[in-house]
């Protein structure tokens, strides 16, 4: 799903939010969210997971193609982790696809 197609997602759940408000509003939550994670807080959306930031220490790589170490400065990445809700749903579903590679409901 890209952000346009949850701008559309939105606006057809909400018939009376205009096409532009929604792109705001999902614009804003994402700023908001991502604002948040510049700044070191950890994010979570009870059933459907936690956002936060990880620390990769620094390290000794390798260029693959002359062999040479390099050196990998630390980074900051972000982290995501699906809540129960969300990892059960998901379980769920794909039972359900396993059991039924068709796609037809029996």
Not at 23 to 37: H, Q
């Amino acid at each position: 799903m890209t952000r346009s197609d949850l701008v559309e997602e939105l606006a057809a759940r909400f018939p009376q939010l205009a096409h532009k408000d929604a792109e705001f509003a999902v614009k804003a939550l994402l700023d908001a969210m991502s604002e948040a994670l510049v700044k070191g807080h950890r994010i979570e959306l009870r059933g459907f997971g936690s956002f936060s930031v990880n620390r990769r220490p620094p390290r000794m790589g390798r260029n693959p193609r002359s062999g040479e170490s390099v050196a990998i400065p630390e980074k900051r990445v972000p982290h995501f982790k699906q809540g129960k809700a969300l990892r059960e749903a998901i379980e769920v579903r794909t039972q359900e696809m396993l059991a039924n590679p068709s796609g037809s409901k029996s």
